[in-house]
């Protein structure tokens, strides 16, 4: 099985692979790979050959479908896509700081928080939560727990260690809260403690049947949806609803949209940005300012 550094593992894919992979991934991911993904298939596919010591993606292919221990998750670590940054996008944070963050402290009497950032990626959406409800400065002394999920064992790995490179806190992480919440270390960055410990983080999978978590207050489950199909983000969507409180939020990626669940979900404008709040309990976010 182990081949030699010197040589490149063989990366021919032939069109049955495709299939096989585009099955594998939907199978356990619920990601949708078309024929037109052939090239990034090859590409990760061909680098995980090269560490994990496979000659070959057939090889790859042979041990996956023998089930061999680990490679199911590095095959999943290696096609998905983990693009993220700091504060993505920017306006849904500013919603968060200007009114629904206010509005939560103002309403929720017991003094708890529950947050779910669904598709945590490498940590960073849900390190910015934490940072911006310190910021906001209206939730000390209460229970605040950021849950933070994603499939990939690999970027849960990382985001655990809450540590980044300069070029990841480069991207989109103010200095100011660079110098307030991170502790450096030649070329990494160390997330403090007292971030680090509002977040938990573990593997899950978005497309399963069923969820037991929550309730939530508030889901984040952007820039994920756009790798399903119909079928699976109205699952995934239907299981989301299940799992926040009454007048509980859901954000979703600024390109996505939810269509089809008006029965579950009310749309919100909250300073440009649309939410979804369950509908069961629109009432709570109605009228907010524009
Ligand atoms: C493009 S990143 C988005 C990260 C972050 N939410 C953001 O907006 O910056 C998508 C993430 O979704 C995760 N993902 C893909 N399919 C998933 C599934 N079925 N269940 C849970 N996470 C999944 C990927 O591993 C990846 O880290």
Excluded at 66 to 85: F, N, R, Y
Excluded at 151 to 172: C, D, F, M, P
Aim: with cysteine; hydrophobic share 40%; charged share 20%.
């Amino acid at each position: 099985m182990q081949i030699s550094n010197l040589s490149a593992p063989d990366a021919t894919i032939s069109a049955e692979q495709v299939e096989y992979i585009a099955w594998y991934v939907y199978k356990n991911a619920g990601i949708v790979l078309g024929p037109e993904k052939r090239y990034l298939m090859q590409g990760r596919l061909t680098s995980l050959c090269r560490t994990a010591g496979y000659a070959s993606i057939a090889e790859l292919l042979q041990a996956l479908s023998g089930k061999a221990p680990q490679i199911e998750t590095m095959v999943i670590d290696s096609l998905t896509t983990h693009e993220t940054s700091w504060f993505r996008d920017q306006k849904p944070f500013s919603a968060m700081e200007k009114v629904i963050l206010p509005r939560l402290a103002d309403s929720k009497n017991n003094k708890t928080l529950n947050i779910w950032c669904a598709a945590c990626s490498t940590g960073q959406e849900a390190y910015s939560i934490a940072m911006l409800m310190k910021e906001v400065g209206l939730f000390d002394g209460w229970n605040v727990c950021i849950h933070a999920i994603d499939i990939s064992q690999k970027v849960i790995n990382q985001a655990k260690t809450g540590e980044y490179s300069h070029l990841e806190v480069g991207r989109g992480l103010p200095e100011r809260y660079m110098a307030k919440y991170f502790n450096q270390n030649g070329n990494t960055w160390h997330i403090k403690s007292e971030i680090r410990r509002m977040v938990q983080f573990s593997t899950f999978r978005l497309n399963a049947d069923s969820y037991s978590l929550g309730p939530f207050d508030l889901v984040f489950c952007r820039n994920v949806l756009i790798y399903f199909d119909a079928e699976t983000k109205t699952r995934i969507l239907t299981n989301i609803h299940k799992t926040l409180m009454p007048g509980g939020l859901l954000m979703i990626g600024g390109s996505e949209v939810i269509l089809g669940l008006d029965d579950l979900y009310e749309q919100v404008r909250i300073q440009d940005v649309t939410v979804y709040a369950n509908k069961e309990s629109h009432t709570v976010w109605q009228n907010v300012a524009a």
